[in-house]
């Protein structure tokens, strides 16, 4: 069965940093864009960054280009997320997904789902 756990969440004060990783069993990266959402509260959930395996390209939103930065480490099949100048409205839920995408802000286009981490940032 294929599991995408992510780890790194926290809380930390606005300004500040922390680096999520999304971990796979039962899958191999080498195939799949693996993307970060996340969904803060009584908001939608929206994509942040994304690492597609198959073209090697990286993608951002808006919100967090310029301080967020995807990266992926083979040898512990991860792909990580470093997240700096952190502000409040970073503050949600953050979730890796993995998919053979052909958008990769578009959620449905994801196959696998983590469960989730919290991420808290206060000023």
């Known amino acids: 069965e294929v599991q995408l756990v992510e780890t790194g969440g926290g809380s930390v004060q606005a300004g500040g940093s922390l680096r999520l990783s999304c971990a796979a069993s039962e899958l191999s990266f080498d195939d799949y864009a693996i993307a970060w959402f996340r969904q803060a509260p009584g908001k939608e959930r929206e994509a942040v960054s994304c690492?597609?395996?198959?073209?090697?390209?990286?993608y951002y939103s808006d919100s967090v280009k310029g301080r967020f930065t995807i990266s992926r480490n083979r040898a512990k099949n991860t792909v990580n997320l470093q997240m700096d100048s952190l502000k409040d409205e970073d503050t949600a839920i953050y979730y890796c997904a993995a998919g053979p995408v052909v958008n990769w802000d578009d959620e449905r286009e994801y196959d696998y789902w983590g469960q989730g981490i919290q991420v808290n940032v206060s000023s």
């Open positions: 690492f597609d395996n198959m073209d090697q390209e990286t």
